[in-house]
């Protein structure tokens, strides 16, 4: 990136993070995750780039469970029972 674009930039009060700042945000992220947790115990150091997949994975899983018990409830909730008056009554 040449020298007047960058300067444009900080002029027009965009902010750069810094590298520091990255790892530690990656960091934080790598805290979040159960697999990169996981895998944090065996070594050290994880890239960055597999603490990111590894998060798209979890929520990618995280997503197909929310939809799973969604599907469930509505089930339960389609039932003519008292235990469906039950589950409604405290939904509502």
Same mark, same amino acid.
């Given at each position: 990136?040449?020298?007047?674009?960058?300067?444009?930039?900080?002029?027009?009060?965009?902010? %750069?993070?810094?590298?520091?700042?990255?790892?530690? =945000?990656?960091s934080? *992220?790598?805290? /979040?995750?159960?697999?990169? &947790?996981?895998?944090?115990?065996?070594?050290?150091?994880?890239?960055?780039?597999?603490?990111?997949?590894?998060?798209?994975?979890?929520? %990618?899983?995280?997503?197909?469970?929310?939809?799973? =018990?969604?599907?469930? *409830?509505?089930? /339960?909730?389609?039932?003519? &029972?008292?235990?469906?008056?039950i589950?409604?009554?405290?939904?509502?």
């Amino acid at each position: 990136m040449s020298s007047r674009r960058s300067r444009s930039r900080q002029s027009a009060g965009v902010s %750069r993070i810094s590298d520091d700042q990255i790892s530690d =945000l990656v960091s934080k *992220l790598q805290q /979040l995750i159960p697999e990169t &947790s996981i895998n944090r115990s065996r070594s050290d150091k994880v890239s960055a780039t597999k603490v990111l997949h590894e998060t798209c994975n979890y929520i %990618r899983k995280l997503h197909r469970e929310v939809d799973n =018990l969604s599907d469930r *409830l509505l089930e /339960l909730l389609e039932m003519d &029972s008292a235990q469906a008056e039950i589950i409604r009554s405290l939904l509502m």
